[in-house]
Every structure is written in C-alpha cells, then in structure tokens.
C-alpha cells in the first residue's frame, strides 16, 4: 500500500531552512531529500495559519472554501445586535477555531474524506476525521493555551512527534502532523532566533525517527513524504493598530475581541497580523460589498476625510484591495492604482495610474504564467491571490496590505509579536518544500500538493 506522510512546521521561513540544511545542521532532512528535492512554493493570502491550511488540506483556496481570512464578519447577517448576530463575526483564534470545519463551504471535500484512512495530529481543519483519528485533539487545545501564556512552544512539537511516530507504525494511508514551536517562537522573536533553531532540529530529528521506522518496515519505497510550511514571517518593527487608526479618526470601530461597538462605522478583521480586512457600515447588513470608488468617500465610514488616502500615506501600508464599480479588483498604493480581472482564462493587470503591485507594467498571462512572472516580485502571485480573495462572499470591503517590518495588531495581542506573517510581500509568501520524491514542474503553489497526494494514493481529484 502507497502511503503518505504531510508535515507541517508552522511559520517556518524557506531561507532559514536552505542555510540549515546546507550547513549539514539538518542530517535527516538531507537523507530525507537525498533522492527527491528542494524547492519552494507560494502560499495563500492571507498567508496565516488555519487559512493557508486550506489548500494543502481541501485542494481548494481560501476563496473557493469561503474562509478569507482567520477573522471576518458575514456583511448580509451582522446587523449591530453583538448578542444576537454574534456568530455573523469569527474569530478562529479563540473559542470559535472549533467551528472552521462547518465554515468551509459544503461541497469542498477534504483529503480526510477522500482518503478515510487518514490521520490528522495538531490539525485545525479535521473534517472527515472521527474522533480516534484525530488523536492530538484535546492535547492540541491543552498545550496550545499552555504555550500561548507561558511562551512554551516545545511541549506541542514533543506531542506531536509521538503521536506521528505511533501511526507510523500502523497501516494509516495518510497522515498529517503540524508542529507548532517553529511559529510559537518565531513570533516572540524573530526567524532566526536560537529557539526557532533549536525547534527546527528537533523535528529533523523526528524526520529521522520517521525514516527509521518506515525504514524498519520495508515501507520507505512505497511512501511519499512531504516536509512544508503554511507561511513564512519577518520581524516587526513598529505596531500600527489598525483599530484604534480608525478610532482616532472619529470613525467609531468593532474589532476583537471586544467586538461590540455601537453603531460601528467599521470592522477591522486583522489576521497575523500582516493584513487586515476593514468592513464599511457594519451595522447596517446588505448582501454587496462597496467598491473602492465609494470607500473613498468620508462619508463611507462617517469620518471626516478619505480614509483611504490616508490609510495609503502611513507607511505600514503597502497597498489596499478593494473591487471597482466594473466589478473588477483594484490595487492601490500611495502613488496610484491599478486593476486586475479575470477573462477567459486570463488574469490581466493594468496599471491606470500607478503600478502598486510591482509588476513593472500591464501584463496579461494564466495563472501559471502570473506565478512564473512574479515569482521574485515584492508581491509574488498577488494579482491571483487578491482575485481569490474577493472570491469570498465574506471578504471585507477592503483589504490592507501591511509592509514588511509592520503589522496591524498592538493592543490585546498578548504576548507581544516581535515577527509576524499575513501579509503579501515575499518573506511570508514563500514557504519551503522538501520531499523524498522529484518535484515534477516548478514553480509550485501549496495548492499543487493537494492533487500531488491524490494522485499517489491513486484517488481522483474532485470536480472544482
């Protein structure tokens, strides 16, 4: 029996990983790779954990699973009564991370379902798992809020690697691990640090334990393994809370987690904290979102002046997203906008008055042609990413964009985020990507996993 093996370490960065394979610091991996590859790929937007889980998990993006972002407000169902519209606003950081699995579209299928044989250890998006394959469950919740207070990362990784290395040992189809401690201490300090270090030699020497015992069992020939992360990060410099920006406008705001305001003029959704998606009139549900042309107007959010414009002049902006009248996506940084559509197959970006995605100029291609032509680009993919993510029937009227060395979260994230990730630039959207077999055609997106899984197991991959 083909079996396969997805582990995830959380957070972790392509670059600090490259430097420690190559300094010999990563001896398993290296055996791991020895026959297969090395590479890289694009993550989705908003690249945080949970969202950018989808399409190693479900073959589908954020948008096409109706899951944007890790907080959002369903515009058609809030109608400013918290108590009673409460579940019309999310928040998979808190109590409501249970409810991720109901959220996601119906007919998406995930890998759990297409292949019951399956195992999810750490996992956040487990349907289709019984309870006895989702063995991590309550350990998952017991050492996440450990580590969340006592900035104890370790004792998470440690669970999971037993658990992993128990099913190894069984006939399980596919198994799927996520190590958290990569991402834990990324965000107290920075990508880099000794601990994020230290965590990353520890699961290589899981990785080699894995080995050895599939190894053991004359099994190593007949199994896929894939090493990856949801997202990479950089270190943040300077707060700028998205919320109180607003407020100190004059523009009366519901953001978590104190989430009721009255009459609020805007929601601030805020996801990793490198970007944020902002919903006009809360309050007042309808099914259509603004377009930008109307989002420009004060009275839009009751505040005194253009709030885009001057969101656009702070330099923790590095662009906002928000559809036009045409019903296409429009770009926009401090020097101009520019407008990105879908036709027939093709994504086209053209410049109007500004080039805020740092494409170099208008250019029409596949999606596969848009990743090759920006992989390197300050924004890599994001003419396809935004596209997704105004897929989304839940997407905020507009989406800010944080510039590396930003985020958009100060108050109540506690501990403090010294790194952060979910933003568009290059140092979170690409992530590593390890496996004991070829790399087939490159460059890849997470998304390119999921067909990749199936097709080993010899499952079809479903319509859509």
């Known amino acids: 029996m083909?079996?396969?093996?997805?582990?995830?370490?959380?957070?972790?960065?392509?670059?600090?990983?490259?430097?420690?394979?190559?300094?010999?610091?990563?001896?398993?991996?290296?055996?791991?790779?020895?026959?297969?590859?090395?590479?890289?790929?694009?993550?989705?937007?908003?690249?945080?954990?949970?969202?950018?889980?989808?399409?190693?998990?479900?073959?589908?993006?954020?948008?096409?699973?109706?899951?944007?972002?890790?907080?959002?407000?369903?515009?058609?169902?809030?109608?400013?009564?918290?108590?009673?519209?409460?579940?019309?606003?999310?928040?998979?950081?808190?109590?409501?991370?249970?409810?991720?699995?109901?959220?996601?579209?119906?007919?998406?299928?995930?890998?759990?379902?297409?292949?019951?044989?399956?195992?999810?250890?750490?996992?956040?998006?487990s349907r289709g798992l019984p309870p006895e394959r989702n063995p991590a469950r309550m350990a998952r919740w017991l050492w996440g809020t450990v580590a969340h207070y006592a900035e104890w990362h370790q004792p998470s990784d440690d669970a999971v690697a037993g658990h992993l290395l128990a099913a190894a040992e069984r006939r399980e189809a596919f198994v799927f691990a996520q190590f958290p401690a990569v991402d834990g201490y990324t965000h107290q300090s920075d990508p880099r640090s000794p601990r994020v270090l230290r965590s990353l030699a520890r699961v290589d020497g899981v990785i080699g334990s894995l080995l050895d015992r599939l190894a053991a069992r004359g099994e190593l020939a007949d199994t896929l393994l894939l090493v990856v992360s949801d997202h990479g990060a950089s270190v943040v410099r300077e707060h700028l809370d998205l919320a109180d920006w607003f407020r100190a406008r004059g523009v009366r705001t519901m953001a978590h987690p104190i989430v009721w305001a009255r009459d609020p003029s805007a929601a601030v959704m805020v996801a990793g904290n490198g970007s944020a998606m902002v919903y006009a009139r809360p309050g007042e549900p309808r099914a259509?979102?603004?377009?930008?042309?109307?989002?420009?107007?004060?009275?839009?959010?009751?505040?005194?002046?253009?709030?885009?414009?001057?969101?656009?002049?702070?330099?923790?902006?590095?662009?906002?997203?928000?559809?036009?009248?045409?019903?296409?996506?429009?770009?926009?940084?401090?020097?101009?906008?520019?407008?990105?559509?879908?036709?027939?197959?093709?994504?086209?970006?053209?410049?109007?008055?500004?080039?805020?995605?740092?494409?170099?100029?208008?250019?029409?291609?596949?999606?596969?042609?848009?990743?090759?032509?920006?992989?390197?680009?300050?924004?890599?993919?994001?003419?396809?990413?935004?596209?997704?993510?105004?897929?989304?029937?839940?997407?905020?009227?507009?989406?800010?964009?944080?510039?590396?060395?930003?985020?958009?979260?100060?108050?109540?994230?506690?501990?403090e985020h010294r790194s952060g990730h979910g933003s568009l630039i290059r140092a979170h959207m690409h992530t590593p990507l390890w496996s004991n077999r070829g790399l087939g055609p490159v460059p890849l997106r997470t998304i390119d996993l999921f067909p990749t899984m199936l097709d080993w197991r010899g499952v079809a991959v479903p319509e859509g």
Not at 30 to 47: D, H, N, Q, Y
Not at 297 to 318: G, M
Not at 331 to 345: C, L, P, V, Y
Request: proline share 6%; with cysteine.
């Open 288 to 415: 259509a979102r603004w377009p930008l042309e109307r989002l420009r107007h004060p009275e839009s959010f009751r505040a005194a002046e253009d709030v885009v414009a001057r969101l656009l002049a702070e330099p923790a902006v590095a662009l906002v997203a928000a559809e036009s009248r045409d019903g296409e996506v429009l770009a926009a940084d401090a020097k101009g906008e520019a407008a990105i559509e879908r036709r027939n197959g093709t994504i086209r970006y053209t410049p109007r008055t500004g080039d805020p995605l740092g494409v170099g100029g208008a250019f029409a291609g596949t999606h596969r042609e848009w990743l090759a032509r920006s992989w390197s680009d300050p924004f890599p993919d994001a003419a396809y990413q935004l596209l997704d993510q105004f897929r989304s029937g839940r997407t905020g009227d507009l989406v800010v964009v944080a510039n590396e060395g930003y985020d958009f979260r100060a108050r109540f994230e506690i501990p």
């Open 2 to 125: 083909r079996r396969c093996f997805l582990l995830l370490i959380d957070g972790l960065r392509p670059d600090v990983a490259e430097v420690e394979l190559a300094a010999g610091r990563l001896p398993h991996l290296a055996r791991l790779v020895a026959s297969g590859g090395v590479g890289r790929a694009i993550t989705a937007f908003p690249s945080t954990t949970s969202v950018s889980y989808l399409p190693f998990l479900t073959g589908c993006t954020p948008g096409r699973c109706n899951i944007p972002s890790i907080r959002w407000l369903d515009r058609a169902r809030y109608d400013g009564r918290w108590w009673r519209s409460r579940n019309a606003v999310r928040s998979y950081c808190g109590y409501q991370a249970g409810m991720l699995d109901a959220d996601i579209e119906a007919d998406v299928r995930t890998i759990f379902e297409l292949v019951p044989e399956s195992v999810g250890i750490f996992t956040m998006i």
